[in-house]
């Protein structure tokens, strides 16, 4: 019963808990027990509630399904938050040292959300230090290797959540996106992951909500049916969040047939004319994962980006170091801050000191006509393509890949280049299962960038895409 259970999507669990198939005990026993087998090796979920109390909340969510009461889609289902948001009961490591014991006094707004809709949170994921850089390791929890080989990374920062979810120690998972965190583990662990639009999921709250916009939090899950209704879920409007979007997403319009795939237009960008170093292969994977949605009818197109894809990086070096820095800055006061934070934080605030008012005006100046840019470009596609990653996933013994081909990267994020785009622009990109390397168990992705606001109809392809490769896409880590 138990292999049974934890098989199920998210909905199919969500569907036998209401018919009264399975009950919450059963449900939680059966996730207890694969956590229990596997996260020992996985290291993926950090500071667990003990099964007691798990086991308790869960008889409650039964005791409340025999008086006819349901608490949402997500009744009594398990669910651990990416250790970037708050959960009451919890600690709020950000998987640091300096913040080993910090207790949120409440819950973020996500987790909040999807208390409200039902589930039971069961501890934290694991993420790098202060969700820098795109490989899950730190000296508070230590590293989650990736679900298909142990070896290599798992990708990050949302790797604990990809590894849970992948493992299927979780049925769905959260996690956050600044610059590729759902979507790079997504794409390396053979899952979905989403960073939706700006606004669409509110963050926080936190202490700056009005500049601070480049961070989301969003879905990751094994079917794209679960990847919508927790985007739902997590969607809204909240007046803490003065930017965030109004309305709860309408994802029941959403159709799972390959229908959605004729006469799409796909704008493929590839390593943006030689722009981006990437490992062998990965744009074979890339390129046959558009074929499968060209013979279901789309069109795809090698498209130009068409923009200074140099003075876009620099663009994104002036917003990374504002938005971290003072971030940074603010754990520096507590006790060896400075002498435990990882090397990669303390770059990134020494190089914010330098920043001017001119320097971050300029950049946000720089972002707006790159936006304005991508709505021309958008007249004549309705997606634009480009790889996941540019790596394959990694020795997980490096903190980062320090050359890709014959091009050294002169930062500990050069490689996950390819990400910046959907979030300078704040347009929401998905995370589609590409295909695997083709000597190793590694999974790799490739992502689809979506129009202004353009959240539902970005899961209308990838519904599309994935009724023409269910079969392939059920493969799941040995």
């Known amino acids: 019963m138990s292999t049974d259970i934890t098989s199920l999507s998210a909905s199919e669990l969500s569907d036998a808990i209401h018919a009264r198939q399975v009950s919450c005990v059963d449900v939680m026993q059966a996730y207890l027990q694969r956590i229990e087998r596997?996260?020992?090796?996985?290291?993926?979920?950090?500071?667990?509630?003990?099964?007691?109390?798990?086991?308790?909340?869960?008889?409650?969510?039964?005791?409340?399904?025999?008086?006819?009461?349901?608490?949402?889609?997500?009744?009594?289902?398990?669910?651990?938050?990416?250790?970037?948001?708050?959960?009451?009961?919890?600690?709020?490591?950000?998987?640091?040292?300096?913040?080993?014991?910090?207790?949120?006094?409440?819950?973020?707004?996500?987790?909040?959300?999807?208390?409200?809709?039902?589930?039971?949170?069961?501890?934290?994921?694991?993420?790098?230090?202060?969700?820098?850089?795109?490989?899950?390791?730190?000296?508070?929890?230590?590293?989650?290797?990736?679900?298909?080989?142990?070896?290599?990374?798992?990708?990050?920062?949302?790797?604990?959540?990809?590894?849970?979810?992948a493992q299927r120690m979780l049925p769905v998972a959260d996690g956050s996106d600044f610059m590729g965190s759902l979507r790079n583990p997504a794409g390396w662990n053979h899952i979905f992951g989403m960073r939706p639009s700006q606004g669409r999921v509110p963050y926080g709250p936190g202490v700056d909500v009005w500049v601070d916009q480049l961070g989301t939090e969003g879905p990751m899950a094994r079917c794209v049916r679960d990847l919508a209704r927790l985007l739902a879920t997590q969607s809204g409007h909240d007046p803490r969040q003065p930017l965030s979007i109004n309305g709860v997403l309408d994802v029941s319009t959403i159709s799972y047939t390959p229908e959605a795939l004729k006469g799409l237009r796909v704008g493929w960008l590839g390593d943006l004319e030689g722009h981006l170093a990437l490992e062998d292969g990965i744009l074979g994977v890339c390129e046959d994962a558009l074929r499968a949605m060209q013979n279901a009818g789309a069109v795809v197109e090698a498209t130009n980006l068409g923009y200074d894809r140099q003075a876009l990086w620099d663009c994104w070096l002036v917003w990374r170091r504002a938005l971290v820095g003072p971030k940074v800055a603010a754990l520096l006061p507590l006790p060896n801050a400075a002498a435990l934070l990882k090397p990669e934080a303390m770059w990134e605030y020494e190089n914010s000191l330098k920043l001017s008012y001119m320097d971050f005006q300029r950049a946000s100046q720089r972002r707006s006509s790159f936006y304005h840019h991508l709505l021309k470009v958008f007249e004549k596609v309705d997606v634009l393509a480009l790889?996941?990653?540019?790596?394959?996933?990694?020795?997980?013994?490096?903190?980062?890949?320090?050359?890709?081909?014959?091009?050294?990267?002169?930062?500990?994020?050069?490689?996950?280049?390819?990400?910046?785009?959907?979030?300078?622009?704040?347009?929401?990109?998905?995370?589609?299962?590409?295909?695997?390397?083709?000597?190793?168990?590694?999974?790799?992705?490739?992502?689809?960038?979506?129009k202004p606001q353009g959240d539902v109809e970005l899961l209308q392809v990838a519904a599309g895409y994935e009724a023409v490769r269910w079969d392939w896409l059920q493969r799941r880590p040995d």
């Open 38 to 165: 596997l996260n020992p090796a996985c290291n993926a979920i950090v500071n667990r509630a003990a099964d007691e109390t798990l086991l308790a909340e869960a008889r409650q969510c039964d005791e409340q399904l025999s008086r006819g009461q349901s608490r949402g889609w997500l009744h009594g289902i398990p669910q651990a938050i990416k250790d970037t948001g708050h959960a009451l009961g919890f600690p709020s490591t950000m998987g640091s040292r300096v913040l080993e014991k910090q207790m949120p006094r409440a819950d973020s707004i996500m987790t909040a959300r999807m208390k409200a809709a039902g589930c039971i949170v069961i501890g934290k994921t694991n993420m790098p230090e202060l969700g820098l850089g795109s490989h899950t390791f730190n000296d508070l929890f230590g590293r989650t290797p990736n679900a298909w080989d142990t070896a290599v990374s798992a990708g990050g920062s949302s790797g604990g959540a990809a590894v849970a979810l």
């Open 387 to 450: 790889p996941v990653a540019q790596v394959w996933p990694f020795p997980i013994e490096e903190r980062w890949p320090q050359r890709i081909g014959d091009r050294p990267m002169d930062t500990y994020h050069r490689w996950m280049e390819c990400t910046i785009y959907a979030t300078l622009a704040g347009l929401p990109a998905i995370s589609l299962p590409a295909g695997f390397h083709p000597k190793k168990p590694w999974p790799m992705g490739i992502q689809l960038i979506g």
